[in-house]
T-cell receptor, first 115, second 111 residues
Framework: NAGVTQTPKFQVLKTGQSMTLQCAQD?????MYWYRQDPGMGLRLIYY???????DKGEVPNGYNVSRLNKREFSLRLESAAPSQTSVYFC??????????????FGPGTRLTVT | KQEVTQIPAALSVPEGENLVLNCSFT??????LQWFRQDPGKGLTSLLL?????REQTSGRLNASLDKSSGRSTLYIAASQPGDSATYLC??????????FGTGTRLQVFP
């Protein structure tokens, strides 16, 4: 049981390049999330998906797109990377487990640098 | 606006001390509150989740309490150890899938 996995772990992009961050969970959770974490800003929600086939914007969606490929996988795409998108990106998932409503489980993160 | 605040931002204590980390939230209509631990360069690990109907949750040396009326939660760590050194984050939930995070308390426990 791997939990939440993310690839890649590290990435360096040049301004204007595109890339897709991959996330998968094996806990049969309905909901999945993408966050970014910046020093002094805490974690901010980029996009989330409450169920397969649905996605919604979070607090900071500009410059990103997402795809909920199936129940397990949720990808985040940067179409034209900008230095302001240098950050650590976390994927998370949640579902009902016993009486623990909406407890979120996080992946190890992707450290992205845009030069 | 729903906000979560954690004070202090950083804390350094000697091994063996009992300590309390604080978390405040602006909207008392909270559904649950979750405490996480984050080690440097790593992801978040869920420590405890307290539902709004509960007053506290315990796991080993950790005890988290929730007081909705005052908008506060505390994480109590008993007999701290150097291995407890990490950043501790709290996050509130308002009956949706979304969490609102504080900016964390960076804890260092020295031998």
């Amino acid at each position: 049981n791997a939990g939440v996995t993310q690839t890649p772990k590290f990435q360096v992009l040049k301004t204007g390049q595109s890339m897709t961050l991959q996330c998968a969970q094996d806990m049969n959770h309905n909901s999945m999330y993408w966050y970014r974490q910046d020093p002094g800003m805490g974690l901010r929600l980029i996009y989330y998906s409450a169920s397969e086939g649905t996605t919604d914007k979070g607090e900071v969606p500009n410059g990103y797109n997402v795809s909920r490929l199936n129940k397990r996988e949720f990808s985040l795409r940067l179409e034209s990377a900008a230095p302001s998108q240098t950050s650590v990106y976390f994927c998370a998932s949640s579902g009902l487990q016993g009486t623990s409503f909406y407890e979120q489980y996080f992946g190890p993160g992707t450290r992205l640098t845009v030069t | 606006k729903q906000e979560v605040t954690q004070i202090p931002a950083a804390l350094s204590v000697p091994e063996g001390e009992n300590l309390v980390l604080n978390c405040s939230f602006t909207d008392s209509a909270i559904y649950n509150l979750q405490w996480f631990r984050q080690d440097p360069g790593k992801g978040l690990t869920s420590l405890l989740l307290i539902q709004s109907s509960q007053r506290e949750q315990t796991s080993g040396r950790l005890n988290a309490s929730l007081d909705k009326s005052s908008g506060r939660s505390t994480l109590y760590i008993a007999a701290s150890q150097p291995g407890d050194s990490a950043t501790y984050l709290c996050a509130s939930n308002y009956n949706t899938d979304k969490l609102i995070f504080g900016t964390g308390t960076r804890l260092q426990v020295f031998p």
